[in-house]
């Protein structure tokens, strides 16, 4: 946890009120504060430097306003953490906010226990943004053309049975949970084989229907079926001379499969509708995440095709079963997502590094890819911090505010006191309102802030409904 006595705050707002009730809350909990009471002023003030650990800037203020004044900021200092203020929670307020690198936007009036929390999120990013500042990268991508980052042992298998396999072309069969990188697999068997400035084709035999897949492979003539109005060539015939890679074969009909057997036997195909028969000189690679010998014992896989399919296997291993590869993956996303200028994240803290050597990535290479390029989008400096992550995996869901994670029982009940106090002397000095309502006000924001804002409990401590509660707060 980030030291909050040595931690900096700037306010920037045209509303002395506004600065005076933050700058109490925020001392009070050991934060340093400082003032800007303009847009212009409060950018001069970063820029002279030193910058703070955060800044709450208002958005709507006469001149420079909140928007304009957090592109100043930012591009002066990029890694700068700015929450902005605003009395209007509209949706294009959100969105400009997130757009231009806020860290996150707070609504007036404020609850003084979401303005620490809030405080308290921000500089813990601040810290750990500092802590991330010497993490080197792991790899240089241009060692991982293939695509495929690992060096553990069993990687290491992978790699030399793929070697192996490119001086012939024998037919290969890929095996792995998905997200495993199975498509990669057959990519690099291309790439490095005889056929390398012949046709690559993919096919994923589970996205096409029953229906469409022969025609799709083999091609059709004219008037062979509804809609088939002109003759068509398929993926084999296209493929002449290169590698066609059959993703998820298990998925195949068996109508197909027999199809299959016979361009792998003889190297002829032919087109639906058609009689002629065309020779075909294609490699073939295919790849399964279901259990074929299961598959062929129940005879919903033809048991010849399985054996001509599988003269070679590589089986990919699940991300689970080698995780010191994480750090390595992790760097190769990262440098190829700032090489196509997507994000302007090149690091990850070592606490983000740590949940990911413990997950157990069911989606594999597939999901932690997901993962960190949704994390690098969310990142407001350039590095990856567990405040970033999906909340599957620990990280804050954007917007949300926990409970105030210092001193959370005595202290927020102090502050509330102190705060239903500053509200009553305000109400009552002006000496036309009810006295009762603004006792009952000043009594509801001392017992909601006292629990961190529940609401539920706050209303049963009470004795109100929750509607009565938020109409009593106004």
């Not at 420079?64 to 294009?92: C, D, W, Y």
């Not at 226990?113 to 080197?136: E, P, S, T």
């Not at 997901?370 to 599957?392: M, T, W």
Request: hydrophobic content about 40%; aromatic content about 6%; some cysteine.
């Amino acid at each position: 946890m980030a030291d909050t006595k040595s931690s900096s705050i700037l306010l920037i707002d045209d509303d002395a009120e506004v600065r005076y009730s933050l700058a109490r809350v925020l001392t009070t909990q050991g934060y340093t504060v400082s003032e800007a009471g303009s847009g212009e002023a409060g950018v001069a003030a970063v820029k002279k430097g030193p910058a703070p650990d955060l800044i709450f800037l208002d958005i709507r203020m006469g001149g420079m306003g909140g928007i304009e004044a957090l592109q100043h900021i930012r591009s002066s200092n990029p890694k700068q953490l700015v929450i902005l203020m605003t009395a209007f929670g509209t949706a294009q307020t959100a969105i400009e906010a997130m757009k231009y690198g806020a860290f996150d936007y707070i609504m007036k009036p404020f609850d003084p226990a979401k303005v620490l929390a809030l405080a308290a999120r921000g500089i813990q990013a601040h810290a750990d943004m500092r802590a991330v500042g010497d993490y080197q990268p792991t790899v240089n991508p241009d060692d991982y053309r293939e695509g495929i980052v690992g060096s553990a042992p069993v990687m290491q298998d992978v790699f030399k049975i793929i070697g192996q396999v490119t001086a012939s072309d024998v037919t290969v069969m890929i095996t792995g949970e998905s997200g495993t990188g199975k498509e990669l697999v057959a990519r690099s068997i291309w790439k490095h084989s005889h056929r390398a400035n012949k046709p690559f084709i993919a096919v994923n035999c589970a996205a096409i229907p029953d229906n469409l897949i022969e025609s799709e492979l083999f091609g059709h003539e004219k008037g062979s079926f509804t809609g088939a109005t002109v003759q068509r060539s398929g993926k084999f015939e296209l493929c002449d001379g290169g590698t066609i890679f059959l993703d998820e074969i298990g998925d195949m009909a068996l109508a197909t499969q027999t199809k299959i057997l016979r361009v792998l036997q003889q190297g002829e195909i032919q087109r639906v509708g058609g009689t002629g028969i065309l020779k075909v000189d294609v490699r073939i690679l295919a790849a399964t995440n279901k259990d074929l010998e299961a598959m062929v014992k129940a005879k919903t896989f033809r048991e010849d095709l399985y054996y001509r399919l599988n003269v070679v296997r590589i089986k990919m291993p699940p991300l689970r079963d080698r995780p010191t590869d994480i750090p390595q993956i992790v760097d190769f996303c990262l440098q190829n997502l700032a090489k196509d200028k997507k994000t302007r994240v090149t690091k990850v803290s070592p606490e983000v590094l740590g949940i990911f050597a413990k997950h157990n990535w069911p989606g594999n290479v597939r999901e932690l890819e997901n993962v960190i390029y949704r994390s690098a989008v969310i990142a407001q400096g350039d590095a990856i911090l567990v405040k970033d992550l999906p909340a599957e995996l620990g990280g804050t869901i954007l917007g949300a505010t926990p409970p105030i994670p210092v001193n959370s029982g005595v202290m927020s009940t102090a502050l509330t006191v102190e705060t239903a106090l500053d509200y009553l002397q305000r109400e009552l000095s002006a000496g036309d309102k009810p006295i009762l309502p603004i006792i009952q006000k000043g009594l509801a924001i001392r017992t909601l802030a006292a629990l961190d804002g529940n609401e539920a409990a706050a209303a049963k401590q009470l004795g109100l409904t929750k509607s009565a509660l938020k109409k009593l707060l106004g």
